[in-house]
């Protein structure tokens, strides 16, 4: 196969005289090169470049998918821990509300409890305030 040059002389876009030139500017150039060092393809650094910056992206993009994980997966522990500790306030339990000033107080006692006024001072409604 010609090469580029010999094509170029042939079709007559270039004289023997640059040709020679040229070939000559190129030996010089790799003979002034020590022997154990690697000509460096410009296309070549570009394309490691490239990987490099593909796998950094990849790499930032793997620990965000990795946050979002541990972030859901601490909300699933959550919620499996309220739904295991949830209490069940259907066995009787009655609510009783009362609002003073801009306060309201919701207090929660089963029925076998005595039906005294919940700001008597009872334990259950001292211990079960939750202030709105």
């Given at each position: ?106 207090c929660m006692w089963t029925t076998s409890w005595p039906t005294s ?16």
């Open positions: 196969m010609a090469s580029l040059q010999d094509q170029l002389l042939k079709a007559g876009l270039a004289d023997q005289k640059k040709a020679k030139a040229i070939r000559n500017e190129k030996h010089k150039q790799r003979k002034q090169q020590p022997k154990g060092a690697v000509q460096v393809n410009e296309t070549e650094m570009r394309a490691r470049q490239a990987r490099e910056e593909k796998a950094e992206h990849d790499r930032q993009l793997n620990l965000k998918r990795q946050q979002e994980a541990e972030k859901k997966a601490i909300k699933a522990q959550i919620r499996q821990l309220v739904d295991t500790n949830r209490l069940d306030r259907s066995r009787g339990e009655t609510s009783y509300q009362s609002f003073t000033k801009k306060r309201s107080r919701n006024s919940p700001e008597a001072g009872s334990p259950l409604c001292s211990s079960m305030i939750s202030m709105r």
